[in-house]
């Protein structure tokens, strides 16, 4: 008989017919990529929620400078920035660390700039100042927060600065109220 002709035996032929394991093999082709989908779907989860929640600190902690509480008592950048962790307070210690603060003070709406806070792919504390200003004064008002993120695969796609951060931001920009200073 040619060797062509012949029925396969032996290994290859009991691997072909075997059927016990083939539940935990679809099972692993199957759980990787749907693990990786949830975990992504997860961060992505978790950096809107972050967001959503420096949104809300933010304008809180900036009614602080918009009716003049925080210049009237001698507030500072770090007694800003320990009102907006306030906030945020679920995301435990780490907010202290990971928060950044930028407020300046401008003439006119018109003459409002923002510039980037990031050097090199990380965060530059030099580009930052604090100025509250006065009575009717208009002030900007941006907060910066770097969030680790958890998927890998998804690090590409929302990671902005080098060392696999997301760096999350919100502003506000108003005319301080009236008050007496």
């Avoid at 950096?47 to 809180?60: D, G, R």
């Avoid at 306030?86 to 202290?96: A, F, P």
């Avoid at 990380?122 to 998927?151: C, H, P």
């Amino acid at each position: 008989m040619a060797r062509s002709a012949r029925k396969p035996t032996g290994f290859l032929s009991r691997f072909r017919r075997a059927r016990e394991g083939a539940t935990a093999v679809e099972f692993a082709i199957v759980a990787t990529p749907f693990l990786a989908l949830m975990f992504g779907i997860l961060d992505l989860g978790l950096v809107f929620l972050v967001s959503t929640t420096l949104e809300n600190a933010v304008e809180e902690a900036s009614r602080k400078i918009r009716t003049g509480e925080l210049q009237s008592s001698g507030g500072t950048a770090s007694t800003f920035k320990t009102s907006v962790c306030d906030e945020m307070s679920w995301l435990g210690t780490d907010c202290s660390s990971a928060l950044h603060v930028d407020v300046r003070t401008f003439a006119t709406f018109a003459g409002v700039t923002t510039t980037d806070p990031t050097t090199n792919g990380a965060f530059d504390d030099t580009k930052t100042q604090f100025s509250a200003g006065d009575s009717e004064s208009i002030v900007l008002v941006r907060v910066y927060y770097e969030w680790g993120l958890m998927a890998p695969l998804m690090n590409p796609g929302l990671k902005n600065l080098a060392n696999g951060k997301r760096l999350i931001s919100a502003t506000a920009t108003f005319r301080n109220e009236p008050y007496a200073s």
